[in-house]
């Protein structure tokens, strides 16, 4: 099988470099110079920056490399923070968190322990979240595994910059993909689950967490909220694994009381309220996140959790909708 080329080092790890595709006919690519690479089957050409391959196709994605290389150079041009900015920032980080990510970082160390226990050396297809994301030094930690990451932004730090709906690989490439708080902001969920499919080994395992009871959290980019059963029909052709609550009615209700403190602040005319809502009406209901520890365990946190995850391995078989509406967990009641 032929495999693409490049003359110039990438930021993609050297292993996976071979199997990057065009993400328009999934051709193979070649170096065209150090900031090109070319399609060999449609001709089309791909910009890179600084090691990083932007390989999205502008005729199909929402995204286009024109934005994403202008933003990352406008971002780069954008002066140091005045000390008014700095002391802004130093106060907005240390503001106490309405989620658990303890609770996440157990969820996705759980998954890199099920991972490690099944293959050696595994390779591992981060979407979205970055090097830094929750639960990736969990993965970096497994034996001789293999990450490779990309999101729709570029950074210093990015690997490759790709749109999960027309991934750039060849088929069959990875052993897991993990795709943590990324469903909800695509805008096609169920291609995306297909690309997914698609370039997973036959054996391979999906890791993926989503919200459920949040409002919308980033402009533009925020689209559906999957309910649990919803989120195993959409894994429908994988073998469900685990399907359950990461944060559970307690992290819900502290979503809802941060969403009202905003609405209500911004609600006379004055939409900065809303930012300064933010920061400061999490200090009166960060610890719902520890009355959470308890709530999460009934079965009504499943009805109305805060956010949901999805361990699956790759399946030759589809769940029919009648297995998967067996699946239902939760009670059904309505509060009215
Ligand atoms: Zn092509």
Not at 120 to 132: F, H, M, Q, W, Y
Not at 214 to 237: E, I, K, Q, S, W
Not at 314 to 319: M, R, Y
């Amino acid at each position: 099988m032929t495999a693409s080329f490049f003359e110039q080092p990438l930021n993609v790890p050297a292993g996976i470099a071979p199997r990057l595709r065009c993400p328009s006919c999934r051709g193979v690519l070649r170096t065209v110079s150090a900031a090109d690479v070319h399609c060999v089957d449609c001709s089309a050409q791909y910009a890179v920056v600084n090691g990083t391959p932007i390989l999205i196709d502008a005729e199909r994605s929402i995204f286009t490399p024109k934005e994403i290389i202008a933003t990352y150079e406008a971002e780069r041009r954008r002066p140091p923070p005045s000390a008014l900015g700095r002391l802004a920032w130093a106060v907005a980080s240390r503001t106490p968190h309405v989620t658990s990510y303890r609770r996440q970082e157990i969820i996705a160390q759980r998954f890199a322990d099920l991972l490690a226990s099944r293959m050696k050396a595994p390779t591992i297809l981060v979407v979205g979240s970055g090097t830094e994301g929750i639960g990736v030094s969990a993965l970096q930690a497994i034996p001789d595994a293999t990450l490779c990451e990309f999101d729709v932004y570029l950074t210093d730090s990015r690997m490759l910059v790709a749109d999960l709906l027309d991934l750039p690989f060849e088929s069959g490439t990875f052993d897991a993909v993990v795709a943590q708080g990324v469903l909800e902001h695509v805008i096609d969920p169920h291609r995306a689950v297909e690309e997914i499919r698609r370039v997973l080994k036959s054996d391979g395992l999906v890791f993926s967490t989503t919200p459920f009871v949040l409002g919308v959290h980033l402009p533009v980019a925020d689209y559906t909220r999957f309910t649990r059963l919803a989120l195993l029909r959409l894994f429908r052709r994988f073998k469900p694994i685990e399907c359950d609550v990461v944060e559970g009615a307690a992290v819900s209700l502290a979503y809802a009381l941060a969403y009202f403190w905003m609405a209500l602040l911004s609600s006379f005319g004055w939409p900065a309220g809303a930012k300064i809502a933010k920061y400061s009406g999490n200090y009166l209901i960060f610890w719902l996140r520890w009355v959470d520890g308890l709530v999460r365990r009934s079965p009504v946190s499943i009805d109305a959790a805060a956010s949901y995850y999805y361990v699956g391995q790759l399946s030759e078989a589809t769940l029919s909708d009648r297995e998967i509406v067996g699946m239902f967990k939760g009670l059904g009641l309505c509060p009215w």
